[in-house]
Nanobody
């Protein structure tokens, strides 16, 4: 089993930056990813890494960068130039599927979520 603990959320003004961190322990997953859920909306994929290969959604490109510290088994999401529409709960997920990428239905384990609030 994989256990995930997220950190790094908070409140910033538009244009600001935050870095989210997800520490994994237990089994080593094939994929780890960041997803978010805004109030009243469905969860959407932000970015994921499978076997060292990243995949970013359209909402991430250019502003939200995913990276992985394999030695520490930690997943990071560097978020720059944040916008109010980035306000959401951000979840870290882990999948044993080889190519889960942004398909949240293929993720078996989720962190507790961390709130990101961007004010205009």
């Amino acid at each position: 089993q994989v256990h995930l603990v997220e950190s790094g959320g908070g409140s910033v003004q538009a244009g600001g930056s935050l870095t989210l961190s997800c520490a994994a322990s237990g089994d080593i997953p094939e994929c780890m990813g960041w997803f978010r859920q805004a109030p009243g909306k469905e969860r959407e994929g932000v970015a994921a890494i499978c076997s060292g290969n990243p995949n970013e959604s359209n909402v991430a490109r250019g502003r939200l960068r995913i990276s992985q510290d394999k030695a520490k088994n930690t997943l990071l999401l560097q978020m720059n130039n944040l916008k109010p529409e980035d306000t959401a709960i951000y979840y870290c997920g882990a999948s044993l599927h080889l190519r889960a990428y942004l398909r949240d239905d293929l993720y078996e384990t989720w962190g507790q979520g961390t709130q990101v609030t961007v004010s205009s």
